[in-house]
């Protein structure tokens, strides 16, 4: 039997997500994407258990996926809370801003992963960590602003895997339309 692995999306909700994006449609977008996100998981053989950790309540998501409400402002301490309540040893975060990602990306990820370790998947600028797969360990979880660097420096084996679904995270104006030149 194959490793059976738990998915936790954050996601900002109630109006708040995407707002750096500055598009007039950011909001559906970013509940677009997290619907995709979640439809992945959902289909994903290695996936046993998929939850979303959010500020806001006003989330559509699909039958079987599992919600927490964090109390702690930011993606990382959100995390840290759900963590704290189910501490899984195999676990992977997605960052739900990702329009491309396919159950392959996952898979390839969780395939990937080191134990005890993290797959990283950075992303395009190879900067930022879009997806992290977790076995048998607990980093510092440090989203943000040069998190792919700062995972890799923690002591802990890793390694990273690069996909075009993991890597095309949509942040800003300049990602969106990077994302649209893709697709013409």
Same mark, same amino acid.
């Given at each position: ?63 079987? #996926? ?75 979880? #440090? ?17 990273? #895997? ?23």
């Amino acid at each position: 039997m194959s490793e059976r692995w738990t998915a936790v999306l954050p996601f900002k909700g109630n109006g708040l997500s995407k707002t750096r994006l500055s598009l007039p449609e950011a909001r559906v977008l970013a509940q677009q994407w997290l619907t995709r996100a979640l439809q992945e998981c959902l289909r994903a053989p290695s996936i046993e258990s998929t939850w979303v950790v959010s500020l806001g309540d006003q989330l559509q998501l699909p039958e079987g #996926v599992g919600w927490m409400r964090q109390a702690g402002l930011g993606l990382n301490e959100g995390l840290r809370e759900w963590y704290s309540l189910h501490r899984p040893a195999r676990w992977l975060v997605i960052l739900p801003d990702l329009p491309g990602l396919a159950v392959e990306d996952l898979e390839a990820l969780l395939e990937n992963c080191p134990g005890p370790g993290l797959a990283l998947a950075p992303d395009r600028h190879q900067k930022g960590c879009n997806a992290l797969a977790v076995r048998e360990c607990q980093p510092e979880l #440090v989203f943000g602003m040069d998190s792919l660097r700062r995972f890799q420096s923690q002591g802990l084996d890793f390694s990273v #895997v690069k996909r075009p679904g993991l890597a095309n995270d949509v942040d800003t104006l300049e990602d969106w339309n990077c994302l649209a030149c893709q697709h013409r």
